[in-house]
């Protein structure tokens, strides 16, 4: 009875650690980078310059990819935003992103931040490089009345 008991406890112990471990290595994979941004990315220059049609593309890519949760406009009000309970930053208002160098914002889009996914492998860096210079473009308007 005891041997039996033993044998069953150690199965128990050992699909649950089993489970354990599967459910730790998913949430691994499933998260995105860390805020903290390596010195050479912060560095690292757009090569794209911001032209109509680097803007054009932006809109489009960000309209494909961002604008769920990042809001039509840029103004942080996406579909996504109280579902996901999600604190955005409104592009609009040039204070918004004049802290985070081209770099930085290439890292944050590729890796992710926080419950955003990257997207490394979805898009080319040209495109990203366009997403940016269309984010920057954002700040150049009047920032809506709060």
């Not at 730790?24 to 757009?46: D, H, T, V």
């Not at 802290?99 to 040209?126: A, F, S």
Request: charged share 30%.
């Amino acid at each position: 009875m005891w041997k039996e008991a033993k044998i069953v406890s150690s199965l128990a112990f050992l699909l649950f650690s089993g489970f354990a471990q599967e459910k730790k290595k998913a949430e691994q994979e499933l998260s995105p980078a860390e805020s903290k941004i390596p010195p050479e990315e912060s560095k690292r220059q757009n090569p794209v310059k911001p032209t109509t049609s680097s803007l054009a593309d932006g809109k489009k890519r960000y309209g494909f990819e961002c604008e769920m949760c990042h809001g039509t406009e840029g103004n942080g009000k996406g579909d996504l935003v109280q579902s996901m309970e999600l604190k955005m930053r409104d592009y609009r208002d040039s204070a918004a992103l004049k802290d985070l160098t081209d770099g930085e914002m290439y890292y944050i889009i590729v890796k992710g931040k926080g419950k955003m996914p990257g997207e490394e492998g979805r898009m080319k860096p040209e495109q990203i490089w366009h997403v940016i210079n269309y984010l920057r473009s954002l700040a150049q308007k009047e920032p809506a009345q709060k």
